[in-house]
């Protein structure tokens, strides 16, 4: 069976930076890209980009681009997504999701909250 | 704003049918599949349909998807409490190279 685990919520203050997890188990990690996925308070979702865990081949959002990094370590089935200097803006559920196709992520994981608040 | 229109509720009595809308574009609802999402409050979101009406295993036939021209439409039948939730409509942007959802459609059976 499919799973995607997140890492843990995190309470952060703004400027220090943060990198959160997501695992795969249950398939062949490098053949599917994963992809992340924001949603703010009360919001809807909003797509951030994609990774490719075989080759570290990552694909942003032009409205995160230069905002987050994304990163991958197909050794341990894991992809990372993390913030250099935190903003409260930054604020929100992170989800991690596998892409089946290009419209279409079948898994999700239960999702990472990030609250940053000085 | 987002870049695909959704009503932002609907509501319907257990056990009637209800459909909640997408409206996009030529750049992605027109030549892309469209994917939806049901998301119950305090959970992860779950795919629902992909490539515009297919169900993936477990899905219970009771939802359906359709798409014309630069719209589609998630159907619900057999309404149940359960079932309330967040709906998202979702598909590939080509002008903007990325992935677009819907601002969500919160469904109530009242």
């Known amino acids: 069976e499919v799973h995607l685990v997140q890492s843990g919520a995190e309470v952060k203050k703004p400027g220090e930076s943060l990198k959160i997890s997501c695992q795969g188990s249950?398939?062949?990690?490098?053949?599917?890209?994963i992809g992340w996925v924001r949603q703010m308070p009360g919001k809807g979702l909003e797509w951030m980009g994609i990774?490719?865990?075989?080759?570290?081949?990552?694909r942003y959002s032009p409205s995160f681009q230069g905002q987050v990094t994304m990163s991958a370590d197909k050794s341990i089935n894991t992809a990372y997504l993390q913030w250099s200097s935190l903003q409260a803006s930054d604020t929100a559920m992170y989800y991690c999701?596998?892409?089946?196709?290009?419209?279409?992520?079948?898994?999700w994981g239960q999702g990472t909250l990030v609250t940053v608040s000085s | 704003q987002s870049v695909l229109t959704q009503p932002p509720s609907v509501s319907a009595a257990p056990g009637q049918k209800v459909t909640i809308s997408c409206s996009g574009s030529?750049?992605?609802?027109?030549?892309?599949?469209v994917s939806w999402y049901q998301q119950l409050p305090g959970t992860a979101p779950k795919l629902l349909i992909y490539?515009?009406?297919k169900r993936p295993s477990g899905i219970p036939d009771r939802f359906s998807g359709s798409k014309s021209g630069t719209s589609a439409t998630l159907g619900i039948t057999g309404l149940q409490t359960g079932d309330e939730a967040d709906y998202y409509c979702?598909?590939?942007?080509?002008?903007?190279?990325?992935?677009?959802f819907g601002g969500g459609t919160k469904l109530t059976v009242l």
């Open positions: 999701t596998r892409r089946a196709a290009t419209t279409r992520y079948d898994y």
């Open positions: 249950g398939y062949t990690f490098t053949t599917y890209w």
């Open positions: 990774i490719s865990p075989g080759d570290s081949d990552t």
């Open positions: 030529s750049s992605n609802i027109g030549n892309n599949y």
């Open positions: 490539d515009n009406n």
């Open positions: 979702g598909t590939w942007d080509s002008s903007l190279s990325a992935k677009v």
